[in-house]
């Protein structure tokens, strides 16, 4: 009888810890009994008629397991209708006897490997599927207290580099305008920004009781610097989360001079552009405006975090995850996705509890903007202008009121 098989991808962009997770899987399975094979290019394979696989040995697991990046090579392939249809590469798992599909990615990743066996299924060819759930933007909407794999070292090294800037300007004596990766939520930018005491932070999660503007964004920027002014410290740093570009209009978008393409599964390419220089120019103008000399400069934290080699939170993370894959398969769980708690217990989360009633999509985890964590450092950390500082505020702004933070926000 055939050697039975597990078959793993990893989907969409990568995050720290997508080796440490197949990595993991492998050694756990292959100690097993079981044959693993990797598949290249995330879900392009299974409608190819020879896809890119390679077959994970121990010692290839062993080898990835604490790298950066990732060793399959991965995709945001979206397959059609049409390439169920026509294309899938049913062979492939008939002809490797293959029993379960990991997939490892974020939610459109797990929305496919749903179609993926329920097609398999039709075919009376039943498959296991598991999800491991990976994003460096933390928003998939895990228990509280569970973090995304990737995140802490995405953050870890995003403070790094975020630390860096704010010793230049204290330095140099100018500003840095830094956006921070984040697709719909602000974790990133935040959990940044908080940890090098970063005089201003905006992400989309402040605009709950106002629409987010271009207007507003600057105005909070341009708060935070003449607030340091009368402070006497004529520098500092404003980390922007990219997620304020998904709720802006189009109007406001085409006035930020801003061109999306967008990618297979619908979703703005932001990587494609510097929303920090696109915010650097917006602030550079105003300050102009208001007779203040321009000293901004702007820089992006982004694919410089997505390879980071994990640090040792994700090695530990990743490796229960892993484990937790072998644990949920052989208890007969399917179409879910592995979850490991605060104290490392391994649970399943099934996809149809966490998806959107009438969408179908699985909906963001967003910063809890009302949480004592969050309020404390908006509180106590960063620095804006207040009623407090509307007399001192007039030897730059003529109108201080509009650049009050609470105003400006509507709080």
């Known amino acids: 009888m055939k050697q039975e098989a597990i078959a793993i991808l990893t989907g969409g962009g990568p995050a720290p810890g997508m080796n440490s997770v ?9 100690q097993n009994g079981y044959r693993v094979i990797g598949l290249h290019e995330g879900y392009t394979g299974l409608f190819a008629r020879e896809p890119r696989t390679a077959d994970i040995i121990y010692a290839i697991a062993d080898d990835i397991f604490n790298r950066g990046g990732s060793y399959l090579k991965m995709s945001r392939f979206k397959p059609t209708d049409s390439n169920f249809q026509n294309d899938f590469n049913l062979d492939f798992f008939v002809d490797n006897n293959i029993k379960l599909l990991v997939t490892v990615g974020g939610d459109d990743t797990a929305s496919t490997a749903n179609r993926v066996a329920k097609f398999l299924t039709d075919k009376n060819y039943p498959i296991s599927n598991i999800h491991v759930p990976k994003t460096i933007d933390n928003d998939l909407p895990l228990p509280p207290g569970s973090p995304t794999f990737g995140f802490e070292s995405a953050q870890n090294q995003g403070a790094m580099i975020a630390r860096t800037l704010y010793v230049d300007a204290r330095t140099s004596e100018n500003w840095f305008i830094v956006a921070a990766m984040g697709r719909s939520a602000g974790h990133l930018a935040f959990g940044i920004g908080a940890s090098c005491h970063y005089p201003m932070i905006v992400i989309p999660e402040m ?38 570009f998904h709720d802006l209009s189009t109007e406001e978008v085409a ?9 297979a599964h619908g979703h703005p390419e932001l990587g494609k552009i510097s929303k920090a220089h696109v915010f650097n120019q917006l602030v550079e103008t105003r300050l102009i405006e208001l007779g203040i000399k321009p000293r901004v400069r702007p820089v ?33 769980a399917t179409g879910c996705m592995v979850y490991a708690d605060p104290a490392g217990e391994v649970r399943p989360l099934y996809l149809k509890d966490l998806q959107d009633p009438v969408t179908g999509k699985i ?13 404390s450092v908006i509180q106590y950390i960063m620095a804006y202008i207040t009623p407090a500082d509307y007399q001192a505020a007039e030897a730059y702004l003529p109108n201080p009121e509009a650049y009050d933070f609470k105003k400006i926000l509507n709080w």
């Open 22 to 30: 197949v990595g993991s899987v492998a050694k756990t399975f292959l």
């Open 207 to 244: 605009f709950d009781k106002t629409e987010i503007t271009v207007d507003k964004i600057v105005s909070l920027i341009v708060s935070s610097i003449v607030k340091r002014k009368i402070m006497g410290m004529d520098y500092g740093a404003a980390i922007v989360s990219e997620g304020v």
């Open 255 to 263: 006035k930020a001079g801003v061109t999306f393409t967008y990618d």
């Open 300 to 332: 992006e934290i982004g694919y410089e975090v997505r390879c980071q080699t994990p640090v040792a939170y994700d090695l530990v993370y990743c490796t229960t995850l892993g484990i937790g894959v072998y644990k949920l398969y052989k208890e007969g």
């Open 363 to 375: 909906p963001p985890r967003l910063v809890d903007i009302e949480s004592n964590k969050i309020q």
